[in-house]
């Protein structure tokens, strides 16, 4: 094996952040603090916030819905066939993450997130099989998960469902008329496409999953039939990181700039399949290298236009130009193939399980608070052993993850530790809290320097436009600016347990009792 200067300095850099920003993780009987938090799901996202609360001395548990198979989310659920488009440097889930490949597979994936959960002691922290139907605060703030004391109570709840739960597969006309198989893009382990015509109905990331396949099992002919044409960007770390720092997080005078680059150095002769009409800072676009040179190798084509119907050898698809909206009319051609992937991706998991306030117009997802802290949900904390009740309020939900619609970065990076940290100083820090108002002026504030942007304010951001969100927050209130490097790095772990214990001595009466018996 030849010496590589590049994967050597990654290993450094991986042992750094690992050295310098890793959370310690607790001791096999450690007895963790307040506040307590509930993480539901036991995703990457989920064992990721997990892993930091615990690391910081935070009590957690983790609920998830399925089994122990269950643990890495969807990450568990998709063929082995997948792995990361983008690389690796940009899916850093935990400081403590250490890749051996620029672009690793699912299994790679999966085992990363199995070594943090058992590396933080999650396992005796976390309730397989227990789905989150409804969650509900009692008379003093504490949040009671599925109606059900006996599962503990909490004072924050950090939800980690994601975006992705089961595949969506939606019946087609005549489609159990078709002579070959049918399978979702998910469900294509132990299949296998040599020497067949595949047909694959969709052009998002889910078609990438079922490209991934059909390369790796050498199939005849390749043809997508895409309803309409998303953009593609190459699979290279310094074009994805440059497109990753609109900090403006929309379409502005200067997108057709990456755009004329990206189709004349990118796409090139196969510029026709590069999107009109939309912007390239409007949706998330594919990452994906393959695919054109599967093109140009004439072992497969991209195909515009709609689902007819199914035949007994292939699809009736309506082949419409470049520019004809979806259902518009077009030249009707059957395609024929022998086994149809269907690339519908997947259903968006439910947050119904938050109280219903927090989904109040106009201040609902995503148009929340850092797009992951509902303004509408007040909690109330009342001191029982003082003589007055002392009420607050902040946010004590945090859905990491969860609410985001499309982007342009990554979902598994540094963002979640940071959110995780939000979610902590506003529970911990009475002075740090946001107010409902000024949570919904920033909303609105957001939504005013985005008036102009084709999507919703919300519906579509940058990896920087998110950090600039992160750096105004703490900006905004000085009271927050002790809080810099913990929020930002997880630095200063005792600080907020410092914080918490002062401030428990002065709720609970303890500091004059002490004094009183001195």
Not at 138 to 153: A, C, F, Q
Not at 292 to 306: E, M, S, T, V, Y
Not at 429 to 448: C, N, S, V
Request: aromatic share 12%; proline share 6%.
């Amino acid at each position: 094996m030849g010496f590589h200067p590049a994967l050597l300095l990654y290993s450094l850099i991986q042992w750094v952040l690992d050295k310098f920003l890793s959370p310690t993780p607790p001791t096999p009987k450690a007895i963790l603090g307040r506040p307590r938090i509930a993480v539901i799901g036991a995703g990457l996202t989920g064992v990721s916030s997990a892993s930091h609360c615990v690391g910081h001395g935070f009590d957690i548990t983790i609920f998830e819905a399925g089994d122990e198979r269950s643990l890495g989310g969807i990450w568990s659920r998709v063929n082995n066939t997948s792995g990361l488009q983008i690389h690796s440097i940009m899916y850093r889930f935990h400081p403590s993450v250490k890749w051996v490949a620029g672009y690793p597979d699912r299994q790679q994936i999966v085992s990363q997130i199995t070594q943090l959960w058992k590396k933080y002691g999650l396992q005796e922290r976390t309730k397989f099989n227990t789905p989150v139907k409804s969650t509900r605060q009692d008379r003093y703030g504490r949040w009671i998960i599925n109606d059900n004391p006996s599962l503990g109570t909490f004072d924050g709840i950090l939800a980690a469902v994601g975006t992705c739960g089961d595949p969506k597969m939606p019946h087609m006309p005549n489609q159990e008329d078709f002579k070959g198989e049918i399978f979702h893009s998910s469900k294509l382990d132990g299949k296998t496409a040599a020497g067949k015509k595949v047909l694959i109905i969709g052009g998002g990331a889910s078609a990438v999953e079922a490209l991934e396949f059909v390369v790796h099992t050498d199939a005849s002919t390749t043809t997508v039939l895409a309803r309409s044409d998303k953009w593609i960007i190459p699979r290279n770390v310094l074009v994805d990181g440059l497109l990753a720092l609109n900090i403006f997080g929309q379409e502005t005078v200067f997108s057709w700039i990456p755009e004329v680059l990206l189709k004349r150095l990118f796409y090139r002769d196969l510029e026709d399949l590069a999107p009109t009409s939309e912007g390239l800072f409007t949706e998330t676009p594919m990452v994906n290298s393959d695919i054109f040179h599967q093109i140009r190798d004439h072992k497969a084509k991209w195909l515009r236009g709609d689902i007819v119907r199914f035949t007994e050898q292939g699809i009736i698809f309506r082949h419409r130009a470049k520019g004809v909206p979806k259902g518009g009319p077009g030249r009707e051609v059957e395609v024929q193939g022998d086994m149809v992937i269907m690339a519908t991706g997947y259903q968006r998991p439910s947050l119904s399980f938050l109280p219903n306030e927090v989904f109040q117009e106009p201040y609902q997802p995503p148009r929340w608070y850092l797009q992951v802290f509902p303004p509408e949900h007040m909690r109330y904390l009342s001191s029982c052993r003082m003589s007055q009740s002392s009420m607050l309020t902040t946010s004590s939900i945090c859905c990491n993850n969860c609410t985001y619609v499309n982007a342009i970065g990554t979902v598994g990076n540094y963002h979640i530790g940071i959110y995780t940290r939000f979610l902590l100083m506003f529970l911990v820090d009475p002075l740090a809290r946001p107010q409902e108002y000024w949570m919904k002026r920033w909303i609105d504030m957001t939504t005013f320097l985005k008036a102009h942007a084709p999507t919703g304010a919300f519906d579509f951001f940058t990896y920087s436009e998110l950090l600039y969100w992160f750096v105004f927050c703490i900006a905004i209130n000085p009271f927050r600016w002790k809080w810099a490097p913990f929020v930002f790095l997880g630095i200063g772990s005792a600080l907020p347990k410092n914080i918490l214990s002062r401030e428990d001595q002065i709720r609970n009466g303890l500091g004059m009792k002490r004094r009183q018996l001195e």
